[in-house]
């Protein structure tokens, strides 16, 4: 049985920090493969440049391994060594994440800390987060009329004498 490090402990916390640093991860692995060389269209070769330079360009990156579409819907998928490299590479960082919220020690015991925290915050009532929410409102309303009279005095008296 594998070892979770606190199991019933900060389980929340723990799980919201894996999610959010999971989209995160998705996010970035998005980034990398749009930022990859010729993602669109396979690039022309160019032989005489680097060794990466030359692996970009080749085919064996960008050919088609999978040509198929959905059923019903009719997307286009069309899978590629470029494509199987960027989703290897996500799920890596993944695993990688969820190890760090569930497995390791300092981590854990921040989160849960985290939650117990959060769990002895005194949280407002829906009536004064509303009567605290009316005068936020009413003082910047103030605030804006007030600075806007302000500015066209003051300009009115610029305009006077300069």
């Keep these: 049985m594998p070892f979770v490090y606190k199991e019933k402990q900060g389980v929340i916390v ?3 920090f894996f999610l959010i640093v999971a989209l995160l991860a998705i996010f970035g692995c998005w980034r990398l493969y749009q ?14 440049g680097t060794f990466w330079q030359n692996f970009w360009t080749t085919d064996v990156v960008y ?8 059923p019903l819907v009719e997307i286009p998928i069309k899978i590629r ?3 199987i490299a960027t989703i290897t590479f996500g799920i890596i960082l993944v695993l990688c994440m969820a190890y760090l919220s569930f497995r390791q020690q300092r981590i854990s015991e921040f989160l849960i800390d985290t939650e117990s925290e959060m769990r002895k915050v005194s949280w407002p009532t829906t009536t004064e987060v509303r009567d605290s929410s009316f005068v936020v409102v009413v003082v910047i309303i103030a605030l804006g009329v007030y600075l806007y009279g ?3 005095i ?4 610029f305009h ?3």
């Design 14 to 16: 723990r799980l919201s």
């Design 81 to 83: 060594p470029v494509d």
């Design 63 to 70: 050919q088609v391994l999978v040509d198929t579409q959905i």
């Design 150 to 152: 302000l500015d066209l």
């Design 154 to 157: 003051l300009n009115k008296i």
């Design 160 to 162: 006077i004498f300069f």
């Design 35 to 48: 930022s990859l060389p010729g993602v669109g269209d396979p690039p022309d070769p160019k032989p005489d």
